[in-house]
């Protein structure tokens, strides 16, 4: 006796493969629309998420340039002073123009070099603990060491007594 399977209908496969096309179109949907809200109450909670180091950059020119901009000069007094403004202007621009031609072309850069300059400050950190982790250390074993022969004396003083006959 032969046992034959059942060969599935063909109308069948294609509505369980339309079901699961379905469901898999609900989920990304949904998962869409759960990562919308979270960026919307993340903005809401933090303000919007920083730009490129680039516009970052860019920012950060604008606004010294408006600072200098608007400083008034007490030393040159009020006879210089719209001469004085007007040199200030004139230096800030030449800057900005000089500035903005590398941003443009190299935006990535300077993404590059933010992320080296967080990498650098990561290992100074993690340099300078590692040292002030062998200073505390060494202190602690300096108290414990039996070959440590000063004579720590009557005070807590941190010198050492010296005999002198």
Partial sequence: MSEERPTPDVPDAEAAHEVRATDADAWATAVAEDLAAEKARR??????????????????????????????????????????????????????????????????????????????????????????RRWTSRADDLKDDPRDDRDRGEGTGGGERIDLD
């Avoid at 800030?92 to 300077?110: G, S």
């Fill in 43 to 132: 903005r809401a909670e933090y303000g919007p998420p920083p730009g490129s180091a680039a516009e970052e950059l860019r920012k950060l020119v604008d606004a010294v340039a408006d600072k200098l901009s608007g400083l008034q000069s007490p030393l040159l007094g009020s006879v210089a002073g719209p001469a004085a403004q007007q040199v200030v202007r004139q230096v800030v621009q030449q800057a900005k123009a000089a500035v903005e031609p590398v941003i443009e072309r190299n935006p990535d850069v300077f993404d590059h070099l933010a992320a080296a300059g967080t990498e650098l400050l990561a290992a100074y950190r993690s340099a300078v603990q590692a040292q002030e």
